[in-house]
């Protein structure tokens, strides 16, 4: 997994001189599964921005816990918007998971509320769910789309009780 561009296959690992001749050092060149054509170097001694896909018992259990995962409670959009993208730079699927929740709620309550649903939440979503689904999809051998279907599915219950409860 790379922080930026997810689910990647590294296929080389070189030696590179990207910031001038006797910058040399050692690149990951990966290429991610889910965007054709593209090709990310990363340097071998930042290996904090890569880790390993999580399994598939991992995201089952994921799936399974949906409903026990924390939301975030909060109203201000401007601190929200900043608590998700430091819960996202943070590069745990079970974080977001989190955020997707968070987001979904927060839109299936807004609806419920006869208000419009906000730009900043779906751009989140866009992004988190970016993120997990193609992990999900990777580590289960499944299409995106499925699991997707599984993770809302798990939440929809769940979503249900927490759009009541305001």
Not at 36 to 50: E, L
């Amino acid at each position: 997994m790379h922080e930026n561009s997810g689910v990647c296959q590294i296929t080389d690992i070189s030696e590179m001189a990207l910031q001038g001749k006797g910058s040399e050092k050692l690149y990951y060149l990966m290429t991610p599964i889910f965007q054709t054509g593209s090709r990310i170097f990363t340097p071998v001694d930042q290996a904090q921005r890569i880790r390993d896909v999580s399994t598939k018992a991992d995201m089952e259990e994921l799936i399974d816990h949906v409903p026990d995962l924390e939301i975030v409670e909060e109203d201000n959009n401007k601190v929200r918007t900043e608590v998700f993208r430091d819960m996202m730079n943070q590069f745990d699927p079970t974080v977001l998971a989190s955020v997707v929740k968070t987001v979904y709620i927060r839109k299936q309550r807004r609806i419920a509320a006869g208000k419009k649903v906000m730009s900043s939440d779906e751009k989140v979503m866009a992004v988190a769910g970016k993120k997990l689904f193609e992990e999900m999809a990777f580590a289960l051998h499944d299409e995106r789309k499925h699991v997707e279907e599984l993770f809302f599915g798990r939440l929809t219950e769940d979503a249900e009780k927490c759009i009541k409860s305001v």
